[in-house]
């Protein structure tokens, strides 16, 4: 069901399927409760770990909007993470990063998270049998191509989900719409016969759609990055499921 509670109609036959990454593939909302964990008991007063789940859901809203500058091209990867951890020790009481200070706090913070990916489980599912069924599969992510790929290693991917365009790929990320047309250029798919299935409705669903791909928002149950109004939904106009296992069937495939 949507989130406006209409069931999606069959989108009918397509040639491939292109996903984002982090909370598509991967369970990256629960590998930064690892991160942000391991921050907290290294660097924040004490009790801050007993606030964790404030601290996911301020570090996902992004309120500064760097991660998304950084994927404009206007900030670089190191630049926009110290700013969100700034950002976090000043809402949890934590000391000022300089950037001397950052690579170890980053050490911390990246051991937390890469030993918390793990994929979800309907996306391995899925993706076993889109590949039975004859689909051609890719990634498409607003990170690095090499970061990613080794997620998708990490976490059983490897093999069966080529990484096909980064944030690093084109110098931009999503919503443009060159990413959506490049990755399907190297999926080998014709755009308008190309899903693609990402968990935010602006730069996943919305942007691909715009781009002429078959968008799909993905509205995992559990807390949402952002606030979604049920009318910004109608807007996109494009289907919406809460789990991969209900894609098979958008498809066509039974």
Same mark, same amino acid.
């Given at each position: 069901?949507?989130?406006?509670?209409v069931?999606?109609?069959? +989108?009918g036959?397509?040639?491939?399927?292109?996903?984002?990454?982090d909370d598509?593939l991967?369970?990256? @909302?629960?590998?930064?409760?690892h991160?942000?964990?391991?921050?907290?008991?290294a660097?924040?007063?004490a009790?801050?770990?007993?606030?964790?789940?404030?601290?996911?859901a301020?570090?996902?809203?992004?309120?500064?909007?760097?991660?998304?500058?950084?994927?404009?091209?206007?900030?670089?990867?190191?630049?926009?993470?110290?700013?969100?951890?700034n950002?976090?020790?000043e809402?949890?009481?934590?000391?000022?990063?300089?950037?001397?200070?950052?690579?170890?706090?980053?050490?911390?913070?990246?051991?937390?998270?890469?030993?918390?990916?793990?994929?979800?489980?309907?996306a391995?599912?899925?993706?076993?049998?889109?590949?039975?069924?004859?689909?051609?599969v890719g990634a498409?992510?607003n990170?690095?191509?090499?970061?990613?790929?080794n997620?998708?290693?990490?976490?059983?991917?490897?093999?069966?989900?080529?990484?096909?365009?980064?944030?690093?790929?084109?110098?931009?990320?999503?919503?443009?719409?060159a990413?959506?047309?490049? *990755?399907?250029?190297?999926?080998?798919?014709?755009?308008?016969?190309?899903?693609?299935?990402g968990d935010?409705?602006? +730069?996943?669903a919305?942007? *691909?759609?715009?781009?002429?791909?078959?968008? +799909?928002?993905?509205? @995992?149950?559990?807390?949402?990055?952002?606030?979604?109004?049920?009318?910004?939904?109608?807007?996109?106009?494009?289907?919406? +499921?809460?789990?991969?296992a209900?894609?098979?069937a958008?498809?066509g495939?039974g």
């Open positions: 069901m949507t989130a406006l509670g069931a999606p109609t069959s +989108i036959p397509v040639d491939g399927v292109l996903f984002d990454v598509t991967v369970d990256t @909302r629960g590998a930064f409760v991160a942000l964990a391991a921050v907290a008991g660097y924040l007063p009790g801050a770990a007993d606030r964790v789940d404030e601290m996911l301020a570090w996902r809203a992004d309120t500064g909007g760097h991660y998304r500058a950084y994927t404009r091209g206007e900030l670089g990867f190191v630049e926009q993470r110290l700013l969100r951890a950002q976090l020790h809402l949890f009481g934590g000391p000022a990063l300089s950037e001397a200070d950052f690579a170890a706090w980053d050490e911390v913070f990246d051991a937390g998270f890469v030993a918390g990916w793990r994929a979800h489980e309907d391995s599912v899925l993706v076993d049998r889109l590949l039975a069924a004859g689909l051609p498409l992510s990170a690095g191509v090499a970061y990613q790929e997620k998708l290693a990490r976490t059983g991917f490897g093999g069966r989900v080529p990484m096909l365009v980064g944030v690093d790929t084109l110098g931009v990320g999503k919503p443009d719409p990413v959506f047309l490049e *990755a399907a250029r190297r999926l080998g798919t014709d755009p308008a016969r190309t899903v693609y299935v935010e409705l602006d +730069i996943d919305a942007a *691909a759609a715009a781009a002429g791909l078959v968008g +799909i928002w993905l509205d @995992r149950p559990g807390g949402r990055r952002v606030h979604v109004h049920d009318r910004e939904v109608a807007a996109a106009g494009v289907p919406v +499921i809460t789990t991969l209900e894609l098979p958008l498809l495939l």
